[in-house]
């Protein structure tokens, strides 16, 4: 090999391992694979956890925290952030801002967050978001039901399907289920600024004050007696999933207008709640497009 075949390769290989590497930043800017931290997880060891206020939620991550900032119904407390990290948020002087900026080091934030928190820099102390209510979204034709679906990363997981295909709200119970917290919106990497989370007390009574706004309301059961292609019937679409494992409560099977299952004619025939609904909202938005007033 020539002098110039090896210069000529060497460049190349620079070259792929650029772009390699900005589409590796790209990712971690939205929170979709870890930020390397060279720490070692003994370090987590004494670490407890500070106890929050009810109305106190800490947000981490460079996508999580721009949504957040972008968002005007967030009330923001305080942004703590490395000098480097709010050079990638690209925001203004601090001294123009509306809440306080305090500059520190990645092991200030590990103190309140634990050094296992991919926060990448940055953390942001807020409010939570204002409550909603179900009858506020009486015009939006899809929504998103869970009952009683407990982690956190799942729930961010839908979170950012609900958003991706537009359904109006995602309402969960306000037993068994996650508050806003820092997991939830990293794992929905800035769609908890996009979408109401509704907590209601009771999931029966709010499936029934759903039916009176005119949704159908559908369960997803893998026993379901129709696939849920199948199943729609109505220009306004609520859907249902269970947690992992126990699936729908009875009551809440009893309560739906209709219950139906995903065909798959794979050799696994169950998914993760979170991609359930995936798939579901997708198969719902068709629907909906295809029944639509401008389609017909």
Do not use: C
């Not at 209601?200 to 949704?215: D, K, Q, R, S, V």
């Amino acid at each position: 090999m020539s002098k110039n075949d090896k210069h000529d390769k060497s460049g190349r290989d620079s070259h792929y391992a650029n772009l390699r590497r900005a589409v590796r930043d790209a990712k971690r800017e939205r929170g979709e694979i870890p930020t390397p931290s060279g720490r070692k997880r003994d370090k987590a060891v004494g670490w407890k956890a500070p106890e929050l206020l009810p109305d106190q939620v800490y947000l981490y991550g460079l996508h999580t925290v721009r949504a957040a900032l972008n968002n005007p119904e967030r009330k923001i407390i305080r942004l703590s952030v490395t000098q480097n990290a709010f050079a990638r948020l690209e925001l203004p002087d601090p001294s123009t801002l509306p809440y306080p900026v305090e500059f520190v080091s990645p092991p200030d934030i590990d103190k309140v967050l634990g050094p296992d928190a991919i926060h990448q820099g940055v953390m942001l102390e807020t409010r939570p978001l204002p409550v909603k209510r179900l009858e506020a979204l009486k015009e939006s034709p899809l929504l998103l039901v869970l009952d009683q679906v407990t982690d956190p990363h799942n729930v961010g997981a839908i979170m950012r399907s609900a958003v991706a295909f537009g359904a109006g709200a995602l309402v969960t119970t306000q037993r068994h289920s996650p508050t806003e917290s820092g997991v939830m919106a990293k794992s929905a990497s800035g769609a908890l600024e996009l979408i109401p989370y509704i907590q209601i007390t009771n999931l029966a009574l709010a499936l029934e004050e759903l039916h009176a706004l005119g949704f159908q309301t559908i369960g997803l059961d893998s026993e379901g007696p129709a696939p849920l292609e199948g199943s729609f019937a109505a220009d306004k679409i609520a859907l249902v999933l269970g947690s992992e494992g126990k699936g729908l409560r009875q009551k809440t099977r009893e309560t739906v207008k209709a219950l139906a299952r995903l065909d798959m004619p794979g050799a696994i025939k169950s998914l993760n709640v979170s991609n359930a609904a995936a798939v579901a909202l997708y198969a719902a938005r068709t629907h909906l497009m295809r029944n639509a007033p401008s389609a017909a």
